[in-house]
């Protein structure tokens, strides 16, 4: 019996949209030539510019988690892997905006430290969809801190 080539080409259309893209591997912390003090401080000065608002913060720990933030559909398409074009077409998520949450994670001493970022997207719509991040977010808030950090 033959399948009929529309209903080939459908099959092979909803596998690719329902495939899910490879998830970035973790970024590892960044070693910084500089104190926790440094660091930490340069953290929150870079949170503090970017208006990304803070749910906690304990310095004692090193650890900042911050509130929800609203990320538009054309950036979380950057920072996130929400599934092929396709497949958000199909679930009403093409053009929905998303929300982010961001954890950073400061360790450290009087002469080096580490700082870690991690990220969590969800992009809304009809169905909301956990994406993946790209690690975009991370690896230039993490650079960004090192840089300055380290800086005279």
């Excluded at 329902?18 to 104190?35: L, T």
């Excluded at 970017?50 to 559909?73: C, H, Q, Y």
């Excluded at 009403?92 to 929300?99: E, P, V």
Aim: proline fraction near 5%.
């Amino acid at each position: 019996m033959r399948i009929p080539f529309l209903v080939r080409i459908g099959t092979v259309l909803v596998a690719a949209a329902c495939a899910s893209a490879p998830i970035a591997a973790p970024i590892q912390p960044s070693g910084i030539n500089a104190s926790f003090g440094k660091t930490w401080n340069s953290v929150v000065d870079i949170l503090a510019e970017r208006n990304i608002p803070v749910k906690t913060m304990d310095r004692s720990s090193g650890f900042v988690s911050a509130e929800l933030a609203s990320v538009s559909p054309t950036e979380i398409d950057k920072l996130a892997n929400c599934g092929s074009t396709l497949a958000q077409i199909m679930t009403g998520n093409a053009n929905a905006s998303g929300i982010a949450r961001y954890n950073i994670l400061v360790r450290g001493d009087s002469t080096k430290s580490t700082v870690k970022v991690t990220a969590r997207f969800i992009k809304g719509g009809d169905s909301a969809v956990d994406c993946p991040s790209n690690n975009v977010f991370e690896g230039q808030f993490q650079s960004e801190v090192k840089t300055r950090a380290e800086a005279p």
